[in-house]
């Protein structure tokens, strides 16, 4: 179906936004799979810089006419302290996948939805169900699965991605009342530049120039984080959020085939099925938002 003003642009399907969702989740795990494929020979200080390095370079060619306008926008504080928070999270995933099989990372990571929702109580004063609440604890025993706390195959690593969902619970729960006025753009830029200045503080302490190919490697990296960000603004711009949001787990399905393909991991059982836990409960409460 066309627009019925050829200045508009065609109104989109919402099987054009699912697509895109699934395009920006398959990015989002290709740039962590380049990221584990330089972790050990790049210190993490130097994979966070590069990565807002090239993407400010990239997004301030895109946004030149409006940096001014940006720079200034409305409620720029909260959109610093949201913008330190996601260089926490970036930190801590990029850390993560370099401890540990990505589909575990991932999978742990993923508990963010159920914190998100409970952070909404105590932030934004929203009301939750029962029903919610029971969702968020047999979610948390989905990680409690996977993690399997009190075994002896219980390893620390895995609090680092549980603590990038929490951070990225904090700031996602931040974005909710900043969207409301400033517009996603805005939002990714200026996230872009706080997350740039302060790996900048850090990255001369741990410096260590990268050989060619992980250079090649960190690039493929930001650009593949800037697409997936990208995409993300898109998918949410052409349909309702509790339409594309549930595609965002198929980052598992991703994660496990680019894991065993690049590195020759096979996720456990444990994994799967707490994976699968920890899905069915941000689904339910997904779902439920949406009623």
């Not at 195959?153 to 909710?176: D, E, G, H, K």
């Not at 753009?185 to 001369?204: E, M």
């Not at 096979?266 to 439920?288: E, K, N, Q, W």
């Amino acid at each position: 179906m066309t627009s019925p003003n050829p200045a508009l642009p065609r109104p989109r399907s919402r099987i054009e936004a699912i697509g895109i969702m699934c395009f920006a989740s398959l990015c989002f795990i290709a740039m962590h799979t380049f990221i584990k494929s330089v972790r050990g020979d790049v210190p993490i200080a130097v994979i966070l810089w590069s990565q807002y390095a090239f993407q400010f370079v990239l997004l301030s060619a895109l946004f030149a006419p409006r940096i001014a306008r940006m720079a200034t926008s409305p409620m720029l504080g909260l959109q610093v302290l949201r913008g330190l928070m996601l260089a926490l999270t970036i930190c801590a995933m990029f850390v993560a996948v370099g401890l540990m099989q990505l589909a575990d990372a991932i999978a742990i990571a993923f508990v963010a939805p159920l914190l998100i929702t409970a952070l909404s109580v105590i932030i934004l004063k929203e009301k939750v169900s029962p029903g919610h609440w029971v969702a968020i604890v047999i979610g948390f025993g989905g990680v409690l699965v996977i993690i399997q706390p009190g075994s002896g195959l219980f390893n620390w690593t895995a609090l680092v991605p549980l603590s990038a969902a929490v951070s990225v619970a904090i700031y996602q729960t931040m974005t909710r009342p900043i969207s409301q006025s400033v517009g996603p753009t805005t939002i990714l830029y200026n996230a872009t530049w706080v997350g740039l200045i302060a790996s900048s503080i850090a990255v001369p302490f741990f410096w260590i120039t990268p050989s060619a190919e992980a250079i090649v490697f960190l690039m493929a990296a930001a650009g593949l984080g800037a697409m997936a960000h990208f995409c993300l603004i898109k998918a949410y711009q052409w349909a309702p959020a509790s339409v594309v949001a549930p595609f965002a787990y198929v980052e598992l399905i991703y994660a496990s085939v680019l894991g065993f393909a690049a590195f020759g991991d096979i996720p456990d059982l444990p994994t799967v099925f707490g994976g699968f836990i920890i899905a069915a409960s941000g689904l339910y409460l997904m779902r439920r938002r949406s009623a």
